[in-house]
DNA sequence: TCCCTCTTTCAAAGCGCTTTGAAACTATTT
DNA sequence: AAATAGTTTCAAAGCGCTTTGAAAGAGGGA
């Protein structure tokens, strides 16, 4: 406590109260006076009294904060979309009086830090981020009795967990087919890490389509890696320069989508008419042009979209109610569908896509 | 504290001694036997006894926590160049033992949440983000008594705190000497939000090269702004399009870069040949390709370059060392130099600078 | 007036840890 | 054997809050 701080006893020696009485009065308990609430809340702000949080959670055994564990790892780094997701979290637990707490750490250490968590309790509940197939934590959560909530899902038979989730596999699926319909056969898809479980559901999005409409999958069309700008650029140009390109993207995210509008840049090719890019949009806030008199304007990307920092929100309000509510209640599980956007980066197939082409007049 | 957990007392009772030389023993002290400490240490593993965060809070009046406030306006949201300077601090906290703590506010209420950080003892310091030019919340900590450590600095007379910043003036201004060495006169900055103390910096040092090199300022080639891509793309476009456009660009970071490259793409504009650029390079995570064998390939953008994650380790450094200092400790400060790399974006002025010129073949 | 109920306040016992000051035990010296 | 010093352990008192169970005060009915 910073020195000369007032504390409670203090306080209540101040208003001639008891602790017991100034402390549920402070808590809006029922049972005291509100000639004496009004009285309390007064002083308290003319002395500008704050309850220590460490004396308030260990009498309470509530800690009043969430965890947030960062693998340090090379992916799933604290990356925009991470940390986008954050400000939405971050936003509920002001809003409610919880701090976040984060930590970041090497993946092999992060079982510990949920131990930690739960045994020193530090947190009341955590965040799991970028689920794998078969997640040990979801069990391991389990066990130790610490609420959590999932960004994502582990398999498909959603078990017992609570869990936010877009619906990726018909995301791409719909995107996919949308290229279809405007002639496309040949799409690349520029993936994330297929051991990320949404990675592997928009693939299987991307492979529906292609079975829906009979259109063969070419195994050289499809990659997958950490969604960072280079790796656009690097999948963009390879295939591009190389024989039998593709005529269309769908990229994982706007930052490699970024990547392949420089690699097409550089080659002289237009997105939209001479290559269609479909990326899936999380709607960042650093890719957004400050809305200048409000609405937004028409979009860049023809995109899947679907607001990762509502997400944030969300989870982190699923996750309070979790917290409050009983241990048998049940999980709460939600899938959002994505919004389909269309922008500049698509149109109908062009008759003779070559490379290094001339730039159109 | 998780149902069942084992506290302090259990762990004393099962071992036979008391509670006092059981927290002795586990903390270090030098007063126990070296034999009856491995009995303690190993019980204790056995046990998997973790000591409350609340209760050692509250008995030490340490929260071994640092806090970061994060305003929620559009501008200096979590962005990128925030969340790689968090991760790198958080890997230093995670080290020492220290939490991270995280609070996302409107900007009124930033004051506010310091005062609770204070008299409620819930960190043991913060960092400062993005001051501004007579930042007030300098004042603010130094009179809660909060330890603190900035990053950036709030004007030239640094005075009585510490603060980690980069030699931006001098970084802008040899940028600027080294575009009008390549026969560049007429450079477009780009710059960051000027309220930011860091924005006015640069431009000071772009503004020193035009004066020691007897070039005119052009006040329609200055612009600040948020350093999101769009931002970049908004700019470029604009000049490039327009009568007299500059032709070479000096950019705030790599996220306005892309949108600089972006619009030039669309103008057929090659970067290095047509156009020069040079970035500010905070060697974000999310847009390094991963490393294919250990070294950094040739860089993209020529760039003056300093990692912002690095300096998130050193503030982190800096703040903890501070916690544990004599109040009276003279303040820590630490002025980096960025350094200077070629990349593939600068070349030397060329004759004519057209617009929608035709891709070279 | 007395008794009963309802409202309002309080004393005291934790929560689980650290830390002070003293006690018990050992080893060394007189 | 007694005194001294050094080592090792402990009982007890907080840290600042919440909460239980009880006491005091106020109001109403008999």
Redo the contacts with the bound molecule.
Sequence with gaps: ?ARG?V???R??QVL??????V?????GF???????RARVIEAANRLN????AS??S????KACAIGHVVPLAEHMMINPHFSDFMAGAGEVYAQFGYEMLIKVVAREDEADVYRDFASRSRVDGVVVHGPATNDPRIPLLNSLGLPFVVHGRCDDLASDYSWLDVNNRRAFRRATEFLFDMGHRRIALVNGIETMNFAGRRRRGYEDAHQARGVPLDAGLIFGADMVEPYGHRVAKKLLEGDNPPTAFLVASVLPAMGVIRAMGELGLKAGADISIIAFDDDLSFLQAPSEGGGRGIPFFTAMRSSIREAGRRAAEILLERIDAPANAPPRQELWEAEFVIGTTTGPLRETVGRHRVFPA
Tied chains: 1, 2.
């Design positions: 406590m701080a504390n409670l006893k306080l209540s001639g109260l008891s602790p017991t009485t402390s549920r009065a402070l808590n029922p049972e005291v006076n509100e000639k004496t009294y704050r309850p220590s004396a308030a260990l009498a309470t055994g």
